[in-house]
């Protein structure tokens, strides 16, 4: 069992800065492919990032590249969402997850999820 806590959401001007955490529990982590999604009211869950268990593959959604970092630090069990230049267009709750099953893009790869934080680009 691996449980997830997101922390590091609020709000921010458009063009700022934010960092996401996700505090894992579970002797596995290590071996657990993590990934952001955010999901905006009204809309669907929408990829945002992805790491590997070792750190060595991420991939990440067009919509966000060369803007947000994806890390982990298996010593601190923690996943990393690090966002610049934020648009209004971020503006969504965002969910961590864990894959037992290898990386992927698609909500279906992950079996364990967090609730979630808020984050807020105001223009």
């Known amino acids: 069992q691996v449980q997830l806590v997101e922390s590091g959401g609020g709000l921010v001007q458009a063009g700022g800065s934010l960092r996401l955490s996700c505090a894992a529990s579970g002797r596995t982590f290590g071996t657990y492919a993590m990934a952001w999604f955010r999901q905006a009211p009204g809309k669907g869950r929408e990829f945002v990032a992805a790491?590997?268990?070792?750190?060595?593959?991420?991939y990440y959604a067009d919509s966000v590249k060369d803007r947000f970092t994806i890390s982990r630090d298996a010593a601190k069990n923690t996943v990393y969402l690090q966002m610049n230049s934020l648009k209004p267009e971020d503006t969504a709750v965002y969910l961590c997850?864990?894959?037992?099953?290898?990386?992927?893009?698609?909500?279906?790869?992950?079996?364990?999820w967090g609730q979630g934080t808020q984050v807020t680009v105001s223009s």
């Open positions: 997850a864990a894959s037992s099953y290898g990386l992927g893009r698609t909500s279906s790869y992950y079996n364990y």
């Open positions: 790491i590997s268990w070792s750190g060595g593959s991420t």
